[in-house]
């Protein structure tokens, strides 16, 4: 059975627009894939990101998530706080199922961009000041 919620963020650009309707299946995390986009409560917020990778923290199975959008991943959650995998999305009269295999590229493409912000802080930081010549 599908559900559908709308998007109200701009979190999941270019993927997902603001009034973008998702159309979603109960899933449990281990029949998530990289790249999928779920559906999780994060307090009483409804968000849908990206779904990067699981975890173990302290004994207990997190997911990790990050908006397409958003520089940095997402902390990570409990699976109790899943609710689902979107598997279609509407913008207006069109409505389209959800690839996995594009969920994948986008999904590297955003850990790529990730990586590379990280990369460019740290070497940023350990850069020496320009001496100034007296």
């Not at 559900?3 to 701009?10: L, Q």
């Not at 993927?15 to 779920?38: C, H, K, M, N, Y």
């Not at 959008?69 to 979107?86: K, S």
């Not at 999305?89 to 590379?116: D, P, Q």
Request: charged share 25%; net charge positive; with cysteine.
């Amino acid at each position: 059975m599908h559900s559908e919620c709308p998007v109200s963020s701009s979190s999941m650009i270019p993927a997902l627009l603001p009034g973008d309707r998702l159309q979603w299946v109960e899933t449990s995390p281990a029949d998530l894939r990289f790249g999928d986009i779920v559906l999780y409560l994060r307090g009483h917020v409804l968000v849908a990101h990206r779904f990067l990778f699981k975890r173990r923290k302290g004994g207990r199975t997190m997911l990790v998530c990050q908006g397409d959008a958003l520089p940095y991943p997402d902390r990570p959650l409990a699976r109790e706080a899943l609710l689902g995998r979107c598997v279609a999305v509407s913008r207006g009269e069109k409505t389209w199922a959800v690839n996995r295999f594009s969920n994948i590229t986008i999904a590297f493409l955003t850990m790529a961009k990730t990586l590379l912000r990280r990369l460019f802080t740290i070497v940023r930081s350990r850069r020496e000041p320009d001496a100034n010549p007296s």
